[in-house]
C-alpha cells in the first residue's frame, strides 16, 4: 500500500490536538495540507507537520491534486455538504460525528459514495480500539450468556462555555448529537442489532438543543439506558449485563484523555477477569483502518452503520 496524503478542512481544535497528530504519526498516512483563513492557526499543525501545505480555503484544498483524503473536523451542521463536495472533487472523505443531520442527509451522502465509487466514513473512532472489539467479541460469543441489559453514561460539564457550538441549535448543537452517538452507536456495535424501539425519552432543553437526555430503547432480549449530559460532571462507563457475566469498560469512548482503556468481566461465581490496554489509540487505528478500507478492506463502521444510530436519534430528537 502507497502512502496516504492527507487534508484537513479547518483548523479545528480536536484536529489540532488529536486527528492532526494521529494522521502525523499513523502508518502509510501523511499530513500535507491544511484550509484555514487564519494562518496562525496553522502554526500548531507545523510542531508535527513541519511542510504542511496552508490552503486559504476549503475549496483550493479541495482542488489540491496532491491530496488522496480529506478529514472534516467542520461544525455539525456542515458535515455532510462538504464530504459532499470532497467526494464530487475525486477525494476520499473521513468526516466527524454525526456525519449528517438526519437519515435522508446520510443517504444523500451514501448515494454520492457509491457513485463516485470513493470510500467516505464517519470519524467513529470507538469500533476501531480493542476494548470495543474484545466487547463485541465477548457479547456475540455468549460468554455473558443471555445479554439482559446495556446502560452507557457519557457526561461533561460545559454551562460555563455559552459560545460553544454545542449550544448552537442552528449549527447542530446538543448532547445527543455530541456524545449520544456513542452511548446509542455502542451498543449497536457491540450487539449488532437495531432497537425495536424507543420505550421512554426524558430531554431537558436550553435554547433548543437538549442538555441532558435519559433515553430508554427495548432491543431484541434487553433493555439499554443512555444518559448524556453537558450538564453534569465528567464521567463515562457502559456496562453489558448478562446471565451469565457483566462486562464494562471504564473508560469507552476517550481513553488516553479520561484514563485508561481497561474491561472488567465478573463471573457469576464473583472471580473477575481484566483486560487493559494502556496505549491504544483509537484516532491512530482509526485513520490506517480508513485508509485499507480505502484499498477495499472491510470497515469496522460503513455510512450504513452510522445511519442506524442517525434512526435513533431522530427517533429521540422528532
Not at 494521529?22 to 501523511?30: K, L, R, S, T
Not at 451542521?77 to 467526494?87: E, S
Not at 473477575?272 to 469496522?300: C, D, K, T
Request: charged share 20%; hydrophobic share 40%; proline share 5%.
Amino acid at each position: 500500500m502507497g502512502m496516504t496524503r492527507w487534508g484537513i478542512l479547518g483548523a479545528a481544535k480536536f484536529a489540532r490536538e488529536h486527528m492532526g497528530p494521529a494522521i502525523a504519526v499513523a502508518q502509510d498516512a501523511q499530513l500535507v495540507a491544511l484550509a484555514t483563513s487564519d494562518p496562525q492557526k496553522a502554526e500548531p499543525f507545523q510542531k508535527f507537520a513541519p511542510n504542511i501545505e496552508v490552503h486559504s480555503d476549503y475549496n483550493a484544498l479541495l482542488a489540491d491534486p496532491n491530496i488522496d483524503a480529506v478529514y472534516i473536523p467542520l461544525p455539525n451542521d456542515m458535515h455532510q455538504p462538504w464530504a459532499l463536495k470532497t467526494l464530487a472533487a475525486g477525494k476520499a472523505v473521513l468526516v466527524e460525528k454525526p456525519v449528517g443531520m438526519n437519515v435522508s442527509e446520510i443517504d444523500e451522502l451514501i448515494a454520492a459514495r457509491d457513485a463516485s465509487g470513493l470510500f467516505a466514513a464517519e470519524a467513529y473512532m470507538i469500533v476501531h480500539h480493542p476494548q470495543w472489539q474484545k466487547m463485541r467479541e465477548l457479547v456475540q460469543s455468549d460468554a455473558l450468556g443471555k445479554l439482559r441489559r446495556v446502560s452507557s453514561t457519557f457526561s461533561y460539564d460545559n454551562r460555563a462555555d455559552a459560545s460553544n457550538i454545542r449550544h448552537s441549535a442552528q449549527q447542530g448543537g446538543g448532547g445527543l448529537r455530541d456524545i449520544g452517538v456513542y452511548t446509542l452507536g455502542g451498543v449497536r456495535f457491540v450487539t449488532g442489532q437495531e432497537p425495536k424501539q424507543i420505550l421512554s425519552k426524558q430531554l431537558t432543553m436550553e435554547h433548543g438543543v437538549d442538555v441532558h437526555a435519559l433515553v430508554t430503547a427495548e432491543f431484541d432480549g434487553f433493555t439499554h439506558d443512555s444518559t448524556t449530559s453537558m450538564r453534569m460532571v465528567p464521567w463515562q462507563c457502559a456496562e453489558f449485563h448478562g446471565e451469565k457475566a457483566i462486562a464494562r469498560l471504564t473508560v469507552p469512548y476517550n481513553p488516553l484523555v479520561f484514563g485508561e482503556a481497561r474491561l472488567e468481566l465478573i463471573k457469576s461465581d464473583g472471580s473477575s477477569e481484566n483486560f487493559r490496554w494502556p496505549s491504544a489509540n483509537h484516532y491512530v487505528l482509526q485513520v490506517e483502518a480508513f485508509q485499507r478500507a480505502m484499498q477495499g478492506e472491510r470497515y469496522a463502521c460503513p455510512l450504513e452503520f452510522s445511519r442506524g444510530t442517525q434512526a435513533m436519534l431522530d427517533d429521540i430528537l422528532e
